[in-house]
DNA sequence: ATACTGTGTATACGACATATACACAGTTAG
DNA sequence: CTAACTGTGTATATGTCGTATACACAGTAT
């Protein structure tokens, strides 16, 4: 598991981190049942506060990506294949439709929309 | 011009301003050197703050969107077509570049990303 | 001169993000 | 059984941000 941290973001750390470690989760790169380290051990290599480390984990916890057991740790819920896609989508979908909403707003036709998109992408 | 705010939105309220505005002069609803309301009286209308309103005409004069006369009042710039494409084409490049690099973590494709948003716009 | 405009300053409050510290309960390995 | 780990809960603190009210000043227009 691969997380980085920026404090010139906008995004708030724990913002930061859930969306690095439900992208992995969902890109297959976290396995189902995989245990994450120890939320002591990411705070002291990422050099942050346990407590915003936790606050990262219960987002992750609150929507399901994980599961945790006191004393022994957070692990990688275990999805089916389709239930992994459905969940995928629904964060996509969480994320886009403010933006589509501003979009909408701009006067931006679809086309341009779709063609600025597979430019940048 | 029509300036919605929620209380509720994740999205500060000098933000939602910001883009309402923002987009109503991409979208041409806003006509170059229109005077916009004072501070004081959206402030009255939107039952907010003055500094509020202030803060979204800041971020507005910032962009180049507005520009302001003491003792006067704010006005809309007055862009060529062409200047106000490239800026409508900024401001969703602004927002997108984000987005696209969280769903390039997830691991949706391009042609997936393309066909949900077909599906929303 | 009056009523409007934007600008600047001050103060205040609540929410949020993040920090350190400590104690407790649960688990695991030696 | 003990020590070292785990997560959980609580407390306190600080800084930042968003937003509020109030006031004074400078500029503009009627």
Redesign the pocket.
């Known amino acids: 598991m691969h997380l980085v ?1 920026s ?1 010139k973001s906008n ?6 981190l859930f969306e690095q470690i439900a992208s992995q989760i969902l890109s297959g790169e976290l396995h189902p049942g995989e245990l ?6 990411v ?1 002291k290599d ?13 987002l992750l ?1 609150e929507k399901r990506f994980i599961f ?7 692990f990688v819920t275990k999805f089916e294949p389709k239930k992994l896609k459905n969940k995928k989508r629904s964060e996509v979908l969480e994320r886009l439709s403010n933006d589509l909403k501003f979009y909408k707003q701009l006067g931006l036709s679809l086309e341009e929309l779709l063609s600025l998109i597979r430019e940048e992408y």
């Open positions: 941290i404090l995004q708030p750390i724990y913002e930061q994450l380290p120890s939320i002591r051990s705070a990422l050099g942050i506060s346990i407590i915003t480390i936790k606050k990262a984990w219960e916890e945790t057991k006191q004393g022994v740790g957070c």
